[in-house]
């Protein structure tokens, strides 16, 4: 069976639906700590800044939900 990208499934509290959000690259190892985790925080951190505020800040976004994946802190990666 092959490797499945993460997702994740939330309640919008307005309306009650539910939305799956998809993100992450398939068969893809999350090493948080390691140079490859820092080059993944640096490069996802403009992917960030090029979203509107609203974006930027909602925590259902494919780019945040893979960041807290990695322990992003800024442009770093943390154990």
Request: with cysteine; glycine share 10%.
């Amino acid at each position: 069976m092959p490797k499945k990208a993460s997702k994740k499934t939330f309640t919008n509290p307005k309306t009650g639906r539910k939305k799956t959000v998809r993100y992450g690259q398939v068969g893809a190892k999350v090493r948080p700590g390691t140079k490859k985790g820092d080059s993944y925080c640096a490069r996802s951190a403009g992917i960030k800044k090029g979203l509107s505020k609203a974006d930027q800040n909602n925590p259902n976004t494919p780019n945040n939900l893979s960041r807290k994946k990695w322990k992003c802190v800024g442009k770093k990666s943390k154990r």
